[in-house]
């Protein structure tokens, strides 16, 4: 099983910037095998995938954040980063963390929250 601890969300004002951080732990995961990724909630709003990374290292954005935001992982570390930039109002939601072994699966698929398993907590991000 897979253990996931978001951090780093806040408020902030917009055009600002936040890094967001999730800890992977558990004797089940091995970024070898698993796909991570990003999603927010906003009140009132279904989860949004936003943005994606597959164990090889590629990636995946929602068209409202590319270019804006950037998905990174330290496998050393087992921690994964959602980098936002350009922060704004729509922006603002509860973020979480998702894990999921990802053998086979294609690009298509990794904003796809249905397909993950593990799940963080969440963080709160407010852009106001």
């Known amino acids: 099983h897979v253990q996931l601890v978001e951090s780093g969300g806040g408020l902030v004002q917009p055009g600002g910037s936040l890094r967001l951080s999730c800890a992977a732990s558990?004797?089940?995961?091995?970024?070898?095998?698993?796909?991570m990724g990003w999603f927010r909630q906003a009140p009132g709003k279904e989860r949004e995938g936003v943005a994606a990374?597959?164990?090889?290292?590629?990636?995946k954005y929602a068209d409202s954040v590319k270019g804006r935001f950037t998905i990174t992982k330290d496998n050393a570390k087992n921690t994964l980063f959602l980098q936002m930039n350009s922060l704004n109002a729509e922006d603002t939601a509860m973020y979480y963390c998702?894990?999921?072994?990802?053998?086979?699966?294609?690009?298509?698929?990794?904003?796809?929250?249905?397909?993950?398993?593990?799940w963080g907590q969440g963080t709160q991000v407010t852009v106001s």
């Open positions: 558990g004797s089940g995961y091995a970024h070898s095998a698993y796909c």
């Open positions: 990374i597959e164990a090889g290292g590629d990636t």
């Open positions: 998702a894990a999921e072994r990802c053998l086979w699966w294609t690009m298509d698929y990794m904003l796809d929250g249905a397909r993950y398993s593990y």
